[in-house]
């Protein structure tokens, strides 16, 4: 590949933190962490503090993203928030995690339109996609990233597919779960080119080469020296980690430094 791809380090931080409380810990962030052009920070608070925050932030130093959003303009749909009432705040929208698809039964559906939306309002995208555990022990992993992945593109064009970022995130590494244990780096690799020969089949070789894939699942300053050295990985999507400023300030000097 000739232009290495910028790296990303997303911190997902989840229902945590009131908006005094992520207005604080951005600035304990913001002192900590200096602009690379080599590595895009990315935060994403609850949408309560988007606003406050968006603010508050250097965006030369981090971007933001939306952790959810509903993919219609506006209307009775009580309780959401559509894209235009964000669109200002944020740079980058998480769509399809793990929390979203089984904790409140996200269709594939959805997904897909909420992608189809973010690219209509000019939000990347960071689709969400993995694994459970069942799908791995039954031999299903290939065939469970295949599906999400035509399903979460699938109103996607040729054209945009460049518009969009691939987080992998085996749902039984990731940190919430019960038993979770962090990916080996050869899951990671394995994942990874099922990821980008999929893109290829459906987009192009071209296609596949670009997208920018990243992992989260049980990411801590410990196990991202391994993760952020793989070939074909762009970045880690953090989740527990990304709430302690010791912890995420570390990734993120370990990214500058690959
Ligand atoms: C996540 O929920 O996207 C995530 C990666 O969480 P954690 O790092 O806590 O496993």
């Known amino acids: 590949m000739d232009t290495p791809r910028k790296k990303y380090i997303v911190a997902n931080w989840k229902m945590n933190f009131t908006t005094g409380e992520a207005s604080l810990y951005l600035d304990k962030l913001s002192k900590r962490i200096q602009p690379s052009r080599k590595v895009q920070v990315v935060l994403a608070p609850s949408t309560?503090?988007?606003q406050p925050l968006s603010l508050q932030i250097n965006r030369r130093q981090f971007k933001l993203s939306a952790q959810n959003f509903y993919w219609r303009e506006y209307g009775?749909?009580?309780g959401e928030v559509a894209l235009s009432q964000i669109r200002g705040f944020v740079d980058y929208a998480i769509v399809g995690h793990?929390?979203?698809?089984y904790v409140f039964n996200e269709s594939e559906e959805d997904i897909a339109q909420k992608v189809?939306?973010?690219i209509r309002s000019n939000i990347t995208p960071i689709l969400c996609i993995g694994e459970t555990a069942l799908d791995r022990k039954e031999g299903e992993t290939a065939a469970a990233i295949y599906s999400q992945l035509t399903s979460g593109l699938h109103q996607v064009s040729k054209e945009d597919i460049s518009k969009v970022i691939i987080a992998y995130e085996p749902v039984w590494a990731i940190s919430s779960n019960k038993n979770a244990k962090p990916?080996?780096?050869?899951?990671i690799i394995e994942a990874e080119r099922i990821i980008r020969k999929h893109i290829a089949k459906l987009y192009g070789k071209e296609a596949a080469e670009e997208i920018s894939v990243l992992y989260g699942g049980s990411v801590n300053?410990?196990?991202a020296p391994a993760y952020l050295q793989l070939e074909g990985i762009d970045g880690?999507?953090?989740g527990n980690a990304s709430l302690i400023a010791d912890q995420f300030c570390a990734i993120v000097e370990i990214a500058k430094g690959v």
Do not use: H, N, Q
């Not at 793990?98 to 698809?101: G, I, L």
């Open 221 to 223: 300053k410990d196990t």
């Open 48 to 50: 309560i503090s988007l």
């Open 98 to 101: 793990s929390e979203r698809r």
């Open 76 to 78: 009775a749909y009580t």
């Open 236 to 238: 880690l999507l953090i």
């Open 183 to 187: 990916a080996k780096p050869i899951d």
């Open 116 to 118: 189809a939306a973010a």
